[in-house]
């Protein structure tokens, strides 16, 4: 391992090179304009890969965007692990936000800024780069290495669950990683074994058949604007419920063991509301905020527009409004079902003066480890051989689809060991990669590799 | 008054070319692409009253658009009339759902169809055909007139009182007659004597610095989207009434008889709710639609808009929310009273996790005419002479910031004597012009004169 090691430092740099190459690209899976960049980004992955010795490279078309596949078998009689990361990113908007463009990845205070660099390509590239250092240093991996990279993980991972089904016998593995998370906080290395899942749907309220003059028809409709607001607000009780009927009925409740282990780490509440920048803690009334953010269901609003926007003012009563609302899910609630209660309130909320549609976008199930596993106490020591840091068990509040998905049917544990940092600012403007753990996660994945290979096939 | 009446019937045809012609340049005052148009409009209609024989015929310049002012002083010792109109006209868009061009003006359907030709070029062209027939049939006016032609109402008449002040020997009048409202219905003479006012301002709601990861962050900040629709929620009880602590404390309430005269109007409710598209009538209860939406205050968002707007699915908590909201107001509500009001509110209802910002952006007062003064009676029999028909009075829910300004400037009675109809799409597309309520319209205002002249000076 000195060599791979070795080798990981020497090349730091160029790392940090061809990741900003890559993040160039900008691969906005949700923007119909970026279905050639969708298409460059894969084969940009591709070509990269191709030249680290796979067996096989191979661009998988889907119904949307395409996804990236490779293996490595040079490893008789050990373990297959199969990674898991996505090649496109969350848009860019408020663009003006950006300090620097967000496809022009800049290097300030020992960061990459840009869009992709932390969510997920880094994460992609820190895979790539350990397998190029064992094959560079040691002509093979010591374990077998499969590594699928989706287009859609931004936009709900809707052709994946097709993908993995029909190709399920190449997808086979004894392990699954994921990396697309974040770190607990600087430097301490995580392993997440929970994640919520995800509904997420648009609703339309429509009143008059185009925009009225408020003076002629204010009072006399319903404001399809007004309307819209208090179908939100009746969303939530003062104690910040959500009061969508049957909501909470297959939420697994925290177990004292649970809420004391999330109470043990060093979580220091100020500093993650100063990362925000919002005034003050908001949540559901009776949870620490690490257990509202990790394992307590959530209701939020992402977007709302109707009538004028403009600058100035202009007199109207509109015609519609909508808004984009979803939902963040634990176990054992699933998000279809969830979907049609909170459509079914919507509508039952809405008064005679409107008309009411609800679209439902997509979703995704959530996911708890099995932590007993023993698969889980290797990653821990691979991630503490990187850091020289005791590795703790957190949870993410948010979703990747996958995961539960490869869960389920392979029936596999599923690592999640990410290297991104909580106030990255994933989806927001000037996403960061801090490049110390960009370097250390490498390491990370090449003793996973290492610490795999002395176990057995699960 | 015979010889005048049979030369409006004689040139019923040039009148209406001539109005085609006037309709032709693009005098849309909010666009500043046409600062030209409106200087062409102002000129135009200047050398037109200069052929009809007036004192004075002069353009006004403002900061913004010219003014066109004329007089007729041809009879000591009778009143003198001041009518109000404005040359300036609303944006065309959306240009695609024009069935002809909005200023080639078309005739179909005994209507002219063309962008201004009711709002409010029509109106003016009908004191100035009256003039016409008084002074090629009579050599002179029966009364004193002065007519004064702003260039900004459809941008919120921001130059017109300074206009007044400047010139407020040459504007002095016994009464005063605005033509730029609409008839209560096909062919029913109407006299405006209420008009409401309004207050409006613009709100944002800031949580976190900048968009944050639902995922991450859901369920530990409020999010400023769910607040805004919370406030706005508390706007209004179940009975819809607005809840602003002291918002109806000023206002004024409908007596019985007012009540009686709006109830004896031949409405018809559902015609008018067909009009908008809406699916249902809805309003505050305990009151009719016309009372609605005539002479009771209103509290409406115009727009709404925070987060992601976008196709597709995008996971935040967004940084901030906004809206815009007006108040219609009524006798005696005074538009900054409302606003502070309505913002004081607005920050009392918010939540500690978020920070309240209002903007107050422009208010007008509401109008209730003196309706016992005998002038009244005057119009009223001048309308009925044209028409026919019976006069009434109605109210109008929009505001004419013009019409309070002039009423308390000068403390005289003014006169809302409008030809337009309650469905000519005044600020939409298509709007039209009914020809034969021109026609009369026209004699309306002759009438008017005549009627005017045999009464004293107020």
């Known amino acids: ?242 009061t969508v009927p049957g909501f909470y009925d297959k939420v697994a409740i925290l177990t004292a063991a649970e809420r004391k282990e999330i109470a043990s780490l060093p979580f220091d509440e100020k500093e993650w509301l100063a990362s925000t920048g919002s005034p003050a803690i908001s949540g559901e009334k009776g949870f620490s905020t690490l257990e509202r953010v990790w394992a307590r269901p959530t209701l939020d609003c992402n977007g709302i527009w109707g009538g004028f926007q403009g600058e100035g003012a202009k007199t109207i009563i509109p015609a519609r409004a909508s808004a984009k609302i979803s939902c963040r899910l634990v176990p054992h609630q699933e998000p279809e079902e969830i979907q049609q209660l909170v459509a079914s309130y919507l509508k039952k909320l809405a008064p005679p003066g409107v008309t009411v549609r609800v679209e439902y976008m997509h979703g995704g199930r959530p996911y708890l480890a099995p932590t007993d596993h023993p698969v889980f106490e290797v990653a821990k020591r691979a991630f503490t051989r990187a850091f020289g840091k005791p590795t703790v068990f957190i949870r993410e509040g948010g979703s990747i689809p996958f995961v539960r998905t490869i869960a389920d049917a392979t029936g596999k544990p599923c690592l999640l060991m990410g290297f991104g940092q909580p106030d990255e600012n994933a989806h927001a403007p000037n996403e960061w990669l801090d490049l110390e753990n960009f370097h250390l996660g490498i390491k990370s994945a090449a003793f996973l590799y290492d610490e795999l290979s002395r176990i057995g096939k699960s």
């Open 1 to 242: 391992m000195d060599d791979v090691s070795r080798y990981i430092d020497q090349h730091r740099a160029r790392f940090v090179d061809e990741l900003a190459t890559w993040v160039k690209i900008p691969a906005i899976s949700s923007d119909p304009s970026h279905v050639k960049d969708m298409a460059a980004n894969a084969e940009h992955l591709k070509n990269h890969l191709a030249a680290l010795g796979p067996d096989q490279v191979e661009v998988w078309p889907t119904k949307g965007h395409p996804a990236v596949f490779a293996e490595w078998n040079h490893a008789p009689g050990k373990p297959t692990l199969l990674v898991y990361g996505h090649h496109d990113v969350q848009p860019v908007d408020p663009l003006p936000e950006w300090i620097s463009p967000p496809f022009e990845p800049a290097i300030r205070e020992g960061r990459m800024w840009g869009r992709g660099v932390v969510d997920d390509k880094g994460q992609v590239m820190i895979h790539a780069n350990a397998i190029e250092a064992f094959v560079k240093t040691q002509k093979k991996l010591p374990i077998n290495l499969k590594l699928i990279v989706e287009g859609e993980e931004e936009i709900g991972s809707e052709n994946l669950d097709e993908l993995m089904r029909a190709n399920a016998s190449r997808l086979a593995a004894d392990f699954v990683c994921v990396s697309d998370t974040a770190m607990f906080g600087r430097g301490i290395p995580s392993l997440c074994v929970g994640l919520r899942g995800l509904m997420y749907l648009e609703v339309t309220v429509s009143g008059p058949k185009g925009d009225l003059h408020s003076g002629s028809f204010g009072g006399g409709v319903a404001n399809p604007v007004n309307v819209l607001a208090k179908m939100i607000a009746k969303l939530h009780d003062d104690d910040g419920k959500v």
